[in-house]
Each structure stands twice: as structure tokens, then as C-alpha cells.
């Protein structure tokens, strides 16, 4: 009879030993013998030790079961989020990281999809296969992504920008309404024009009215704190372009002077990032100096006239001689041309002189609805204008990396 109290072939798993002569790992059954697996199977390597014990644990109410991610003697359970102060796929406990650089994430490649044309045959392809063929960008699509970018370059606090002329008529209130308008709807900050011109400007005319507020409005305002203060004051076109209209009585606009000028300036450089002023013609006003003072970039208008380009390089000279020659050196010319066709005049003969004294000339094309006057819509413009003005403000975006500390504030 056996030792056990149990049947025969009968072994108790609580009293069962491994016969020392039975080597480690082998199968301890008798023979004939059925094994359970759960009674002879190996028992697994305890995990890690919990860095807090289950006696250190935070004590928690009667009938409140342990948290999911706990096994019954308070270990994490593999697989769960990591206790405080562990990681995600952290190595075991013990394991030294290989010696040498660590992989980075910046080495992983990336191969990039390419973007959807949006227009010409490009499109209707991908349109047409659903997708599946991606021919890409065009040149010029890819030239406009450029452009779009040096237009959105950050800027540095505020930029000002004086749009001039000494001849009238030559589209200087058009390019001011031109290249804020492509800053304002490509851009995503707050632009303004203001209009400087002492002779009755016309810039709030080219743009829906939505107050009777001037320039003088905006001074004797006493209570301007933050950005609807002023924005009470100015008018909105549709493309987010402000304008803060000059005074409409010519003997009260006589009174608009260099002090009052850097005075209305210094409230819209809290609350812009782009100032443009669409100057008068006369450079000897008093108003003139704030703006020749505290400009960043000067863009001077010219007519493709003969006329109109001596007008330009006068100005141009008048300014070398009074202590603007920073600007006249970065200085950006516009060449507007009157009439649909070819000019009387070598326009590029023009752009040549002008490119040997500036830093850019560019050349905006006849365009219907900017010949009308009125409030400018983007929508409406042609294609060559509206491309040719998003030149333009890439041109002078180009300056906003500048340091300009040197200019008076």
C-alpha cells in the first residue's frame, strides 16, 4: 500500500516531490499516468516587484474592486497604461540600453503625397479617375504656392508701407487699394490703409462705407483700449482690408500734421501688422515727414508716360537729397499702363532706369474694373492683374525680415 491515503495511482499535487533521480524539466508521470496541466506545469517567472507594494498602496473602501489594470497582489497586468512615471514599451526590468546614438524619429523617411492640381488638364484627370492618377502641380501653380508664401512671412511687430506719387492720376490710391487687398486676403492678420491725402483723398471710396468716422474721429477718441475701439472707426472691404478715411473738409484737413499723423499712427501699430498710407501728391505737406519718418518700405507709382516717369525720378531725387536714401534704395516702382494694348512709351526702357535707382520695378497691366474707380473687388479682377499684384506684394513681403530698429518709432 502506498504512502498516500488515496487511491492507487492516486498522488496528492500538494505532497508530490520530483524523484531526485528525475532530471530538472522532465516529466515526473508515472507511467500510464494522465498529466494535468494545470497541476505539473511549470510555474512562470513572478513579474517585476510593483514600486509600490500592495501594503503602500492607497488604502480604498470595502466593496470597491481594485483598478482594472492590478492584478490580485496590486501588480500592473501587462499590457496596461504604465504606473506614475513609467513609459510605453518600456525595456524589462534589468535591461541596459545597447551603448551609442539613439535612433531618432527625424531619420524615419517620409515620402509625401503629392498636392491636387487645381486646374487645366491636371485637374480633370485627377477628377476623371477618381483620384487614382495625380499628375501634380503645374509650374505655375507651384510659382503661386511661392508667392503665397513670401506673402504670409511673419512680421516682426508692425510694417509700414508709403505708397506715393507727385503726379496725380496715375493710379497711386488703386495700388494702395491693390496691394493691401492681396496682404489682407492672403495674409491672416489685420491690415490697414490709411488715407494721408490732405486734397480730399478718395480711398474710402473704393470701399463700401460702413462709418462716417476720419482720421480726426479716431484722434479725439478718448476711450481706445483695444481692437473694436478702432475698428469702429474704420470701413471693411471683402477682401478684410480696413480703411481709415481722411477728413472730408479741406480747411479741417489742413490742420492734419506731422505730430497728429504719428499720433494716428501709433495707436493702429498696436492693434495692425501691416499699415499702408496712400500719401498725397505734395511732398512738402507736413504730414509728409511722419510718413517719410516712420515708413519701412516706400512703393512709388508711375504712369507709362513720360510725364508720369520724370514725376517718379523727381521724387526719387527729392528724397535722396532730404535723408530717405534707405528708401529710394529699397524703394519698389509700379508701372501702371492706362489702356488695354501696347503703350506708346518703351516700357521696358522705363523699367531699366528705374531698376538701376530701386530695388524692383513691377508692371500692372490694364485692368476694366480697376479703371472704374469704385470699390475694388478682387473677384473681379483679370487674371494678369490680379497675378500681377500678388507679384507685387511678394516684392515688398520680401522686406519684412529686415531689421528696421534704426528707423524712428
Known sequence: MSESSGPVGYRDPHTFTQPPSQAPGGDPRMPGERRDPQVFAQPEQPPAPSPYPPQQLPGRPEGIPAPWNTGPQGH???????????????????????????????????????KS?????????????????????????????????????????????????????????????????IFASVRGDRVIAVDANPDFGTLSQRVSLQTRSTVRDLLLDPSIERYSDVRRHTSQATSRLEVLASERDPAASESFNDEEYRAVARILQRFYNIILTDCGTGLMHSAMTGVLDLAHSLVLVSSAAIDGARSAAATL????????????????????????????????QLREYFLARCRAVHIIPYDAHLSEGAEIDLHRLSKQAKRAYVEL?????????????????
Not at 149 to 159: E, K, L, M, S, T
Request: positive net charge; charged residues 20%; glycine residues 14%.
Open 317 to 348: 531725387d527729392w528724397l535722396s537729397l532730404h535723408g530717405h536714401d534707405h528708401l529710394v534704395r529699397n524703394a519698389v516702382v509700379v508701372i501702371n499702363l492706362p489702356r488695354e494694348g501696347s503703350p506708346n512709351v518703351g516700357v521696358q
Open 117 to 181: 492640381p487645381g486646374s487645366g488638364w491636371r485637374k480633370a484627370v485627377h477628377h476623371m479617375s477618381g483620384g487614382a492618377i495625380n499628375p501634380g502641380m503645374s509650374a505655375e501653380e507651384r510659382r503661386l504656392q511661392e508667392l503665397v508664401a513670401r506673402i504670409r512671412q511673419p512680421v516682426r511687430g508692425d510694417y509700414r508701407i508709403a505708397v506715393l506719387s507727385l503726379k496725380g492720376g496715375v493710379g497711386k490710391t488703386t495700388t494702395t487699394m491693390g496691394l493691401g487687398s
Open 76 to 114: 500592473q497586468v501587462q499590457g496596461a497604461p504604465p504606473a506614475a512615471g513609467g513609459s510605453w514599451g518600456a525595456p524589462p526590468h534589468g535591461h541596459q540600453p545597447a551603448p551609442g546614438p539613439h535612433p531618432s524619429l527625424d531619420d524615419v523617411p517620409l515620402r509625401r503625397a503629392k
Open 393 to 409: 506684394a511678394a516684392t515688398v513681403a520680401d522686406g519684412f525680415g529686415a531689421d528696421h530698429r534704426r528707423f524712428h518709432h
